[in-house]
C-alpha cells in the first residue's frame, strides 16, 4: 500500500495497536456529532505528549494533514478529516494530573471528560464551569479547541473564561506551553488564541483549568407562556432588570410537543413557549432574585410558574428541556440545527422573523435556545426523502443566519464554523477581517499542516448551495 | 460464506456485490438511522472506556452497521470482531437521547454474521449442540451439569487440571473448564410444583426456572419461591418451560429463540396467573421482549405482546406487590453491582436497593459506577475472556474500595463472575442475590407466623424437604420434594 | 508645538510626529500614511502607563487616541456596550453607571487611563476581579493594522465562537500587532449595595492566611487586597498595622450582611487587630479603593522600580518572605485571589534596583510564577529584561509580529524579547 511506510513510522512511535488504519476502522473516525463526513488516512492514537509531538513530526515529514479529535462530539464538523490525513485521537490521555483546590486549579489531558472533571472536583465544593450538552461525553481537550459554552454559561463564561494554559504540540512537533497556573504570563496571550481555534493551529496535550466554587443555592423557575412573544419579551426583561441568572432556556410550541411526546413533562398541550430560568448563588440573593425573576416572568401573562428547590425536582423541570432535541426525531425524519446568537434585545423580533420564514418556506422549525446568551437553535424539520426539501432546509438555514448577523448578532455562538458555516463566513467578515485571520496560520507555521479546510471559506465567497449538498445528510442534529 | 475484503469508499459510493445485511431480521433501517452520531452513548460503553477507540464503541458498531447496510464495507472478520467485542450490556440505550434501540440492533446484526462465520468444525459442532441440543432440552442440561458436578466433586476435577489433560483438547477448553464454577449440592427443576402462600394468598405467580440458573444455583432459586410465598404468593414453575432463549438470541440464533419463546407463552399462558416471575435479569428482558422477537409471527404476535407485559422482574414484583418488611437481622455492609440487563433495558436500579435497605441492621453502601459492567455478558467470559477480565477486575477494585463483606446482584450471569472476581481479588467477600439476602432475614424471624395467617403447606416446608433432600442424595435433584399439582 | 512634543517622550525618546486622529476612519488612513512612509508609531492613550516595555528601538511618530473617545452604542436591556478606544475608563464607568451597570475593567489613574490602553497592557486592576481579567470582558474588537486596513472580529454578543477570538492578540499586546480602534464589552449590573472591611493584622503571613481564608470562604469578594503599612502610610493611612487587608463584597442587602459577618470571623480567626467597615457611598470606600488601584502610579506613591509579579494564590506568602532580605525601601500591594504582588521600591540607586528586580524575579520564578518590571529607569532597561521570558512560546510571538507588523512599525522593539 501506497502508506505502508507512514504507517510503520506511526506504530514505532505509538505502538502497532494504536495506528489504525484497516478500512473497516476508520469508517468510525469519519464523522463526528455534525452531519459532516470524511475519511481518515489512518487514526493514531497517541497516549503522551512526546507521541503526539512524535506523531505531527512524522506526518509533516509526509506532508500529510493532522486532525486533533476528542470524543467526537462536536456539532460543526470540527473533528472530521475534511481534507484526508491522520486524525489524532487523544481519547487514551485521560489522567487527571492535579487537583489543587487550595488554587482552584486542575491540571488535566485533553482526553478527559468534561463531567468527569466537576465530578472528581465536586469533594473539594468545585467544578469545571462550561458545560456544554454533551458534557458527559466531550472532553476538555475537544471544549478547548471549541471554546464550548454550555446552557450555565450565562453567569459563569465559556471555556476561554476558565482554561489558565496549555500546554500544546505545535506543527513542527515542538512542545511550547502557552499561559501556565498563574493569571499573567509573560507575552501575548497565545492562550486565548488558541481556545477556539477549532484544532487549527496546535493539538493540546495539557490543559491548567480554574476551579470554581459550586454554588451554595440553586433554585429553577419554569414559566409557561401561551404565546411565544410573551416568553421572548420576558427574557429581554430579566436581563435588563439587573440580574444574571446562572441560565435561561427557552423552547417554542414545537420543541414543547415533542417534549411532551417523549419525556412527558407535563407541559400544557396548548403552551406557547417554556422559560427555565436557574438562579444559584448565596441562599439570600437566591431567595431574592429568584423572586424577582418570577415577578419579571409574571408581567408577561403566563399560564403558569413552577419552581424547584431539590435536586430531584429540579431534574423534572430540566427534564423537558434536556430532552428535547431528542425528541425532534418525532416530529420528523430529519432536523437541522442552527446555532447563530443575537443581542438579545431583539428575540422578539428575531423569533418571530423564523416563524414567518418557517411558514413562507413550508418547513416547520422548531426553537429550542439559550434565551438569555441570545444563542438560537433554530431546527428546520424536514424529510431528506421529499424532493427540494433538503435544499430549501439549507437555503433557509442561510437565511436564518443572514437574519442573525443582520440584527447585529453572529454565526455561532457555541458550535464552532467548522466546516458546517464556514461558507457563511463573509456574513460576517470583509475579507480584510478573514484573511487577517488567516495570518494566525502563518505565524504558528502551520502551512495548513492542522486541520485544514476548516473555518474559511472554500473559495469564492458566496455561498454555493449545490456544494453543500454533500453536507445534507442533515438527519443529525445534537444536542445543546 | 465467501468474505470480500473491500477497501472502503467514501460515503454515498456505495459498490454492490459484497455480502450485506438480508432477510426479515436484517437490523432496521429505521433504528439504524436514528442515530445521529451524537457521541453521548462514549461514556457509558465499558468496551469503550476501557480502550479508548471509537470502534470499541455502541456509535462505532452502529457506523459499521451502517457502512454495511450501505454497502460500503462487507461483513469482514475486523468488522465481527468490533461488534464481538460488544457485551450487550446496553448500557448506551440508557444514555441516547434519540431513543436508538441498540439492544435490537446488535442483535439483529449478530445474527446476520453467524452464517460468515469461518469457524472449525470442532467450533461449529460444539456451538451447535449447546445451542441446539442441550439449552433448549433442560433434562440433558440437567444431566450434564449432573455429569459435570461429579466430575467437581470426585476429584477428577483436581487430576484433570493437575494433569493439564484439556490442553490437549480444543483450544478453548481449557478456558470454559476454568470458568465452569463450583455446582451446588442439588438443582431446581420446573415439575409443575406450586408452592403455596405464607397466610392468604395475595396473588398467584407463574416461576420461571430458566436454564442454567436452577442449575448453577439452585438454592438461590428455591430462596425466591419462599420470598415469594412469605409475601403471600402462590408460587406455580410450570413443567415443560425451556430456558428463555436469550443465549440464542445474543449470539444470533434468532429462529431457535423464536421456537422457545413461543413453547414458554404457552406454557406459561396455559392456566391463569397475576405474572411471570422472572429471577434472573437477563431473562427477564429476553421475555419482556417477547413481543418484539415475534413481531412478525401472525400466530403470535399478540400473544407475545401479552405476554411480554406479564412479565415482572422479582424485585420490580416484590416493590410493587408491596412485600413485607422483613423483621430478622443481617448485621452485614453490603453493596450492590447493577445487573445491565436490569438497570440498562429494564431500568429497574430503585427496587432491589429498596429491598436491601429493608433489612434490619444491613449496611448498604454504593460502589462507584455500580452500572458499569462487570464483564459477564452470557458467553462473553468465554469468548472475550481476556477483555471480560479487564472489566472484572476493575470492577472489583470498586468493590473493594467500598469495604462491604457481601456484594448484592441479581442476575446468574454476574453471580458467577463475580464470584470468580472474589477468587481473583482474593477477598473473603461474599456473592450473593439480593432475594437470597432476604430470605435469610426472613428466616432470622421468630418463628411464629403471624396469627391467623398459618397454613399448612409453606415455604418453610420446603426449606426442611430440601435439606433432608440434601442429606438423601448427591447427584440431582430429581425428587419431587414439594407436593404440588398442576 | 515642541513642548507638546516631548510629552511624547518615551524612554527618552521623543518623535518628530503627533498623530490625532478623531474618527476610526482617520485612524485607518493616518496609518496608512505611516506605513507607506516606513514611520514607526507608538500609539498612546492617557499616556499612564508609557514606562512599561523595552524602550522602542525607533519612534517616529505618537499616534495619540485621545480624539477617539465616543461611546458607540450602549444598549443597556442586553448588557453590551461599544466604544471608541480613546475613551477614559473613568468616562465609561460614570456613563454606565448611571444605568446600574459596570464594566469589570480598572485601571491606575482612571481618568486619564483609556480604555484602549488599559486593554493594550492587558493587567487586572484590584477592583471587581472576580469577574475575570481585561480579556475576559471583550466581546469584539475593531483593529487598524500596521497596513493601515481596518479589520474586526467578534460581535456585539455574549456568547461568539464565529471565526478565530482576534481581540486576545492585542489584549496584553501593547499595541504590537495593531492599534485597537472600537471596543464591545459585555457588561455586569451593579451589585444592590457595597461594603469593604478594613482589617489590620501584625503580621505579613497572618494578613495573607486571613485573605486566603476569605478567599476560600462562604463570602464571594468582589475585591481582596492586601498592603504592607509602607504602602498604608504612602497612601497616607492612619494606623500602624504591620500589613492590612481589603476586602469589598456586594450583593443583595441580606446575602450582603451574611457575607460581612462571614468574612469578618474569618479576618479575626486569623487574627484581625481591628476590622472596620465601610459602606458605599462612603467616600473614604471609594477614596481606599482608588488608592489602592493607583498605588505606584500616582504622583505620591510613585516608586523608582517596580515589579508585578504573578503567582498561584497560595505563594504569595512564601514569595514575600523570600524577598524579606533584599534591601532597601520598600511597598507592597498584593491581590492574593488573583495571585498578583506589587512591589515597589522607593529610592534605590541604580544597581541596588537592579539587585532587587532580579531577585524579585528570581524567587517569582523558583514558585512557578512570573515578574513584570512595569517601572525601570531606562539606564536600567539596556540590562534587565524588564517583561521576562516567554520560553518555549516565543518563537510564535515573533512571527506573529512578522506577520501583522512586517515592517516593525507598531511600538517596535518594546514588547517581550524585543518584539
Redesign the interface.
Same mark, same amino acid.
Given at each position: 500500500m501506497a502508506h505502508e511506510g507512514l504507517f510503520q513510522e506511526l506504530k514505532v512511535v505509538v505502538g502497532e495497536e494504536y495506528v489504525v488504519h484497516a478500512p473497516e476502522d476508520l469508517v468510525v473516525f469519519e464523522y463526528d456529532g455534525s452531519v459532516d463526513k470524511a475519511l481518515p488516512l489512518a487514526v493514531v492514537l497517541p497516549a503522551t505528549t512526546e507521541q503526539v509531538s512524535g506523531v505531527v513530526k512524522i506526518a509533516r515529514s509526509h506532508g500529510v494533514p493532522i486532525v486533533p479529535r476528542g470524543a467526537g462530539t462536536g456539532l460543526s464538523g470540527g473533528a472530521i478529516a475534511a481534507k484526508g490525513g491522520i486524525v489524532v485521537a487523544l481519547t487514551r490521555m485521560t489522567r487527571i494530573l492535579e487537583i489543587d483546590p487550595v488554587n482552584r486549579l486542575a491540571v488535566v489531558e485533553p482526553g478527559v471528560v468534561n463531567l468527569e472533571l466537576s465530578m472528581a472536583t465536586a469533594k473539594y465544593g468545585l467544578f469545571f464551569a462550561p458545560d456544554p450538552s454533551s458534557q458527559k461525553a466531550c472532553t476538555i481537550g475537544g471544549n478547548v479547541a471549541e471554546n464550548s459554552g454550555g446552557p450555565h454559561c450565562l453567569a459563569y463564561g465559556v471555556t476561554t473564561n476558565h482554561v489558565l494554559g496549555m500546554e500544546v504540540v505545535l506543527a513542527d512537533g515542538s512542545v511550547a506551553w502557552v499561559g501556565g497556573r498563574t493569571r499573567e504570563t509573560p507575552g501575548y496571550d497565545l492562550r486565548g488564541i488558541l481556545i477556539g481555534s477549532e484544532g487549527t493551529l496546535a493539538i493540546t496535550t495539557k490543559a491548567v483549568v480554574r476551579l470554581v466554587k459550586l454554588p451554595e443555592a440553586v433554585k429553577t423557575l419554569l414559566a409557561i407562556y401561551p404565546r411565544l412573544n410573551d416568553a421572548s419579551a420576558a427574557v429581554s426583561d430579566i436581563i435588563a432588570s439587573g440580574i444574571v441568572p446562572a441560565a435561561i432556556e427557552m423552547m417554542d410550541d414545537l420543541a414543547i410537543q415533542a417534549a411532551e411526546a417523549a419525556v412527558h413533562a407535563g407541559y400544557p398541550a396548548d403552551a406557547g413557549a417554556v422559560l427555565l430560568v436557574e438562579v444559584d448563588g448565596l441562599k439570600e440573593s437566591v431567595e431574592v432574585e429568584s423572586a424577582l425573576v418570577e415577578e419579571v416572568c409574571r408581567r408577561h401573562n403566563p399560564m403558569e410558574i413552577r419552581t424547584a428547590e431539590d435536586a430531584a425536582q429540579r431534574e423534572r423541570l430540566w427534564a423537558g428541556r434536556k430532552g428535547a432535541l431528542g425528541a425532534l426525531g418525532r416530529l420528523a425524519p430529519n432536523y437541522y440545527l442552527i446555532d447563530g446568537t443575537i443581542p438579545r434585545t431583539k428575540l422578539v423580533e428575531v423569533m418571530a422573523r423564523i416563524k414567518e420564514i418557517s411558514a413562507e418556506a413550508g418547513l416547520p422549525i422548531a426553537n429550542v435556545l439559550h434565551a438569555g446568551d441570545g444563542n438560537l437553535h433554530p431546527c428546520i424539520l424536514f424529510d431528506e426523502r421529499k424532493p427540494g426539501d433538503t435544499e430549501r432546509t439549507l437555503e433557509i438555514g442561510g437565511r436564518i443566519l443572514k437574519l442573525c448577523v443582520d440584527v447585529g448578532g453572529v454565526l455561532t455562538g457555541e458550535h464552532g464554523i467548522g466546516v458546517e458555516k464556514q461558507e457563511y463566513m463573509p456574513f460576517m467578515f470583509t475579507e480584510d477581517d478573514m484573511a487577517s485571520m488567516a495570518r494566525l496560520k502563518l505565524a504558528f507555521a502551520t502551512d495548513d499542516a492542522f486541520n485544514p479546510g476548516k473555518v474559511f471559506p472554500k473559495g469564492a465567497s458566496c455561498v454555493d448551495i449545490s456544494q453543500m449538498k454533500a453536507v445534507a445528510r442533515a438527519g443529525a442534529g445534537a444536542f445543546v | 460464506m465467501t468474505t470480500v475484503e473491500k477497501a472502503i469508499t467514501q460515503p454515498g459510493q456505495a459498490t454492490p456485490a459484497i455480502p450485506l445485511f438480508s432477510g426479515p431480521d436484517a437490523p432496521e433501517e429505521r433504528d439504524l438511522y436514528k442515530c445521529v452520531h451524537c457521541g453521548f452513548c462514549l461514556q457509558a460503553c465499558p468496551t469503550y472506556l476501557e480502550t479508548g477507540l471509537e470502534t470499541e464503541s455502541p456509535r462505532g458498531r452502529i457506523a459499521l452497521m451502517k457502512a454495511v447496510n450501505e454497502g460500503r464495507l462487507g461483513l469482514t472478520p475486523t468488522v465481527f470482531r468490533h461488534w464481538d467485542l460488544c457485551i450487550q450490556c446496553r448500557a448506551c440505550e440508557n444514555v441516547c437521547p434519540s431513543g436508538v434501540p441498540y439492544g435490537r440492533l446488535i442483535e439483529a446484526t449478530i445474527a446476520q454474521v453467524e452464517p460468515h462465520r469461518k469457524l472449525t468444525w470442532m467450533q461449529r459442532r460444539m456451538a451447535d449442540f449447546m445451542l441446539n441440543s442441550a439449552l433448549p432440552y433442560q433434562n440433558r442440561l440437567t444431566a450434564m451439569m449432573g455429569a459435570m458436578r461429579l466430575y467437581q466433586q470426585s476429584g477428577l476435577q483436581r487430576l484433570v487440571r493437575k494433569a493439564r489433560l484439556l490442553k490437549l483438547g480444543p483450544k478453548g477448553l481449557v478456558e470454559m473448564e476454568r470458568s465452569l464454577p463450583a455446582l451446588p449440592d442439588s438443582f431446581f427443576a420446573a415439575q409443575g410444583q406450586l408452592v403455596h402462600s405464607i397466610g392468604t394468598p395475595r396473588a398467584r405467580v407463574a416461576l420461571l426456572s430458566g436454564c442454567l440458573m436452577p442449575l448453577f444455583h439452585g438454592p438461590a432459586m428455591r430462596t425466591v419461591t419462599r420470598v415469594l410465598s412469605r409475601n403471600g404468593c402462590d408460587v406455580s414453575v410450570p413443567a415443560g418451560q425451556v430456558c428463555c432463549g436469550a443465549i440464542h438470541t445474543h449470539i444470533g440464533d434468532l429462529e431457535k429463540a423464536r421456537a422457545m419463546a413461543r413453547r414458554n407463552i404457552d406454557v406459561f399462558t396455559a392456566s391463569r396467573v397475576d405474572a411471570v416471575v422472572v429471577a434472573s435479569a437477563g431473562c427477564g428482558i429476553r421475555m419482556k421482549e417477547y413481543g418484539h422477537l415475534l413481531r412478525n409471527d401472525p400466530a403470535y404476535a399478540e400473544k407475545a405482546e401479552q405476554f411480554s407485559a406479564m412479565v415482572k422482574d422479582i424485585h420490580e414484583y416484590l416493590v410493587a406487590l408491596p412485600f413485607v418488611p422483613p423483621q430478622g437481622r443481617l448485621d452485614y455492609k453490603v453493596t450492590y453491582q447493577d445487573s445491565c440487563h436490569l438497570s440498562h433495558t429494564q431500568r429497574i436500579t430503585a427496587q432491589p436497593r429498596t429491598l436491601l435497605r429493608s433489612i434490619p441492621g444491613l449496611t448498604f453502601v454504593e460502589m462507584e459506577n455500580s452500572t458499569r459492567c462487570c464483564g459477564a455478558g452470557g458467553t462473553y467470559t468465554i469468548t472475550q475472556r481476556e477483555f471480560s477480565l479487564r472489566l472484572l477486575d476493575r470492577k472489583m477494585a470498586a468493590v473493594r474500595e467500598t469495604g462491604a463483606d457481601v456484594l448484592a446482584t441479581a442476575n446468574p450471569g454476574c453471580v458467577i463472575q463475580l464470584q470468580y472476581g472474589t477468587q481473583r481479588a482474593e477477598t473473603p467477600m461474599r456473592v450473593k442475590y439480593v432475594t437470597e439476602l432476604l430470605d435469610e432475614a426472613y428466616s432470622n424471624e421468630p418463628r411464629r407466623p403471624p396469627p391467623g395467617q398459618v397454613t399448612a403447606e409453606g415455604a418453610w416446608d420446603e426449606e426442611r424437604q430440601e435439606m433432608r433432600a440434601r442429606w438423601k442424595t448427591r447427584s440431582g435433584d430429581r425428587r419431587r420434594r414439594i407436593r404440588g399439582r398442576e | 508645538m515642541t513642548t507638546q512634543i516631548s510629552a511624547y517622550t518615551v524612554d527618552g525618546k521623543t518623535p518628530h510626529t503627533v498623530l490625532r486622529p478623531s474618527t476610526t476612519e482617520d485612524l485607518r488612513s493616518m496609518m496608512a500614511a505611516a506605513s507607506a512612509d516606513k514611520l514607526a508609531v507608538v500609539p498612546w492613550g492617557g499616556g499612564t502607563k508609557m514606562a512599561l516595555g523595552n524602550p522602542p528601538e525607533r519612534y517616529d511618530a505618537a499616534l495619540d487616541l485621545q480624539g477617539l473617545g465616543r461611546i458607540v452604542s450602549h444598549?443597556?436591556?442586553? !448588557?453590551?456596550a461599544t466604544v471608541e478606544a480613546g475613551i477614559t475608563i473613568a468616562a465609561l464607568q460614570d456613563a454606565l453607571t448611571k444605568r446600574?451597570?459596570f464594566v469589570a475593567l480598572g485601571a491606575p489613574l482612571a481618568d486619564r487611563a483609556t480604555v484602549g490602553g488599559t486593554l493594550a497592557v492587558?493587567?487586572?486592576g484590584p477592583l471587581k476581579w472576580q469577574y475575570?481579567?481585561p480579556?475576559?470582558v471583550v466581546i469584539g474588537m475593531t483593529v487598524v493594522?500596521a497596513d493601515g486596513?481596518?479589520?474586526? =472580529?467578534?460581535?456585539?454578543?455574549?456568547?461568539?465562537?464565529?471565526?478565530?477570538?482576534?481581540a /486576545? !492578540?492585542h489584549?496584553?499586546?501593547l499595541g504590537t500587532?495593531g492599534v485597537i480602534a472600537q471596543v464591545s464589552f459585555k457588561l455586569?449590573?451593579?451589585p444592590?449595595r457595597e461594603a469593604t472591611l478594613l482589617s489590620g493584622f501584625a503580621s505579613m503571613p497572618q494578613a495573607m492566611a486571613a485573605a486566603?481564608a476569605v478567599f476560600?470562604g462562604?463570602a464571594?469578594p468582589l475585591a481582596l487586597t492586601t498592603f504592607d503599612d509602607d504602602a498604608a502610610r504612602r497612601m497616607a493611612m492612619p494606623g500602624s498595622d504591620a500589613w492590612r487587608v481589603a476586602v469589598e463584597m456586594g450583593?443583595?442587602p441580606? =446575602?450582603l450582611?451574611?457575607?460581612v459577618k462571614e468574612c469578618e470571623a474569618a479576618l479575626r480567626a486569623h487574627g484581625a487587630a481591628r476590622v472596620d467597615r465601610l459602606d458605599a457611598p462612603d467616600p473614604k470606600m471609594s477614596g481606599l479603593w482608588r488608592k489602592l488601584t493607583d498605588f505606584g502610579w500616582d504622583q505620591p506613591t510613585r516608586p523608582t522600580v517596580s515589579a /508585578?509579579v504573578?503567582?498561584?494564590?497560595?505563594k504569595s506568602s512564601e514569595f514575600l518572605e523570600a524577598l524579606e532580605h533584599v534591601p532597601g525601601e520598600r511597598a507592597v500591594v498584593s491581590h492574593p485571589a488573583?495571585?498578583?504582588v506589587l512591589v515597589h521600591w522607593y529610592g534605590t540607586a541604580d544597581d541596588a534596583a537592579a539587585k532587587a528586580l532580579s531577585t524579585t524575579r528570581e524567587v517569582a520564578v523558583r514558585l512557578?510564577? =512570573?515578574a513584570?518590571f512595569e517601572r525601570c529607569p531606562v539606564a536600567l532597561k539596556a540590562s534587565l529584561d524588564v517583561?521576562?521570558?516567554?520560553?518555549? =512560546?516565543?518563537a510564535?510571538?515573533r512571527?506573529?509580529k512578522?506577520?501583522?507588523d512586517p515592517g516593525r512599525l507598531l511600538n517596535p522593539g518594546r514588547?517581550?524579547?524585543g518584539i
Open positions: - | - | 444598549n443597556p436591556a442586553d !448588557l453590551t446600574g451597570q492587558g493587567t487586572a475575570g481579567s480579556r475576559d493594522q486596513k481596518a479589520t474586526k =472580529s467578534g460581535g456585539q454578543v455574549v456568547k461568539n465562537v464565529s471565526g478565530y477570538d482576534m /486576545r !492578540l489584549v496584553g499586546g500587532l455586569t449590573p451593579l444592590a486566603l476560600h462562604g464571594v450583593g443583595r441580606l =446575602s450582611e451574611r457575607q /508585578r504573578s503567582l498561584v494564590p497560595s488573583h495571585g498578583t512557578g510564577g =512570573s513584570v517583561w521576562g521570558d516567554a520560553r518555549d =512560546s516565543l510564535v510571538m512571527r506573529m512578522e506577520q501583522y514588547f517581550v524579547g
